[in-house]
């Protein structure tokens, strides 16, 4: 089955930039998107179609995706930014999320 | 606004049966895919399967297949999990969110999830 890798933790300082990376084979042939999950909430849709914001999504949050990698950047972190981050792609029409990392905003 | 509404949280036994709803807000509702999500407690996300409305179309995880049903029932834009018989692993988060595709969709509406607690 197809497989998504996280890093469990990232770490930045408020203003710095921000990268969380999800691996997968060939993933750069497929569609990658990104979820934001706060504690005790619904995960909310940052990134679509590998760099497409959604409304009410700041300028702040920048996707890619190119070969096995896809990234997702933070740039001017806030103290809001801090949560669990998802990436989210499709297989044989199986949806497949990566392990999550967490956003450290120290 | 599109909104996903789920049932409220549940406390079961091991070996009961139970069906969990979302409903959508949205006239166009059988123009998309539901798809339900499962977070054990301190866990990941985990894709269960889908569901097409308009024609009822399901897909499940493998990981799922055989474990749960989904369903829905277009006439009251209703999507379903299902059941039969849970074991205390079942304990968990579940949402259902929103894609407008199997192959290249986000999930861009997310339901609010329902607790489902399984203890003896």
């Known amino acids: 089955s197809y497989e998504l890798t996280q890093p469990p933790s990232v770490s930045v300082s408020p203003g710095q930039t921000a990268s969380i990376t999800c691996s997968g084979d060939k993933l750069g042939d497929k569609y990658a998107c990104w979820y934001r999950q706060k504690p005790g909430q619904s995960p909310v849709l940052v990134i679509y179609q590998d760099s497409q914001r959604p409304s009410g999504i700041p300028e702040r949050f920048f996707g890619s995706n190119s070969g096995n990698t896809a990234t997702l950047t933070i740039s001017g972190t806030q103290a809001m930014d801090e949560a669990d981050y998802y990436c989210?792609?499709?297989?044989?029409?199986?949806?497949?999320f990566g392990g999550g990392t967490k956003l450290t905003v120290l | 606004e599109v909104q996903l509404v789920q049932s409220g949280a549940e406390v079961k036994k091991p070996g009961e049966s139970l069906k969990i709803s979302c409903r959508v807000s949205?006239?166009?509702?059988?123009?998309?895919?539901i798809a339900w999500v499962r977070q054990m407690p301190g866990k990941g996300l985990e894709w269960m399967g889908i569901?097409?409305?308009?024609?009822?179309?399901?897909r499940y995880s493998p990981s799922f297949q055989g474990q749960l049903t989904i369903s829905a029932d277009k006439s009251i834009s209703t999507a379903y999990l299902q059941w039969n018989s849970l074991k205390a692993s079942d304990t968990a988060m579940y949402y259902c969110a929103r894609t407008p595709s199997t192959t290249s969709g986000y999930f861009d509406y997310w339901g609010q999830g329902t607790l489902v607690t399984v203890s003896s």
């Open positions: 569901i097409y409305l308009a024609d009822s179309n399901t």
């Open positions: 989210q792609a499709w297989d044989s029409s199986t949806a497949v």
């Open positions: 949205e006239y166009s509702f059988t123009s998309y895919w």
